[in-house]
Nanobody, 118 residues
Framework: VQLQASGGGLVPAGGTLRLSCAASGRSFSNYEMAWFRQAPGKERERVASISRIGSNTYYLDSVKDRFTISRDSRKRQVDLQMNSLIPEDTAVYYC????????????WGQGTLVTVSS
C-alpha cells in the first residue's frame, strides 16, 4: 500500500487542521491505519489509530478530546481532525498502515509538517 499525506500547515494556538492520507495499492480494508508524529529532538509517537473497519480507535492521552481519527473505505482515506491545537502539537505527522497479520506498522507516508504558533 502507498500512502500520501496532506493537510499540514501553520496555525495559531487554538486553531484547527485536518490531515488526510490517501491510500493506494492493496485492499485498504486489510490495514489498520494510524497517525504518528515526531517533534524536533523527540521520539516518534503514535497519535491515533483506527481499526480496519473503524470500530476501534486509540488516542494518545495528550490529544484525547481534541483529535479525531476517521477512515473512509470508499475513498481509501484516513483523516485526522485536529482541534484546539497547542504549540506542543508542532511536529511532522506521518500516516502509517499495518497489515492485519503484522505486528508493526510497515507502510509510511512522506510526512506533513504541522506548526502551531503561540
Amino acid at each position: 500500500v502507498q500512502l500520501q499525506a496532506s493537510g499540514g500547515g501553520l496555525v495559531p494556538a487554538g486553531g484547527t487542521l485536518r490531515l488526510s492520507c490517501a491510500a493506494s495499492g492493496r485492499s485498504f480494508s486489510n490495514y489498520e491505519m494510524a497517525w504518528f508524529r515526531q517533534a524536533p529532538g523527540k521520539e516518534r509517537e503514535r497519535v491515533a489509530s483506527i481499526s480496519r473497519i473503524g470500530s476501534n480507535t486509540y488516542y494518545l492521552d495528550s490529544v484525547k478530546d481534541r483529535f479525531t481519527i476517521s477512515r473512509d473505505s470508499r475513498k481509501r482515506q484516513v483523516d485526522l481532525q485536529m482541534n484546539s491545537l497547542i504549540p506542543e502539537d508542532t511536529a511532522v505527522y506521518y500516516c502509517a498502515a499495518k497489515f492485519f497479520a503484522a505486528s508493526e506498522y510497515g507502510y509510511w507516508g512522506q510526512g506533513t509538517l504541522v506548526t502551531v504558533s503561540s
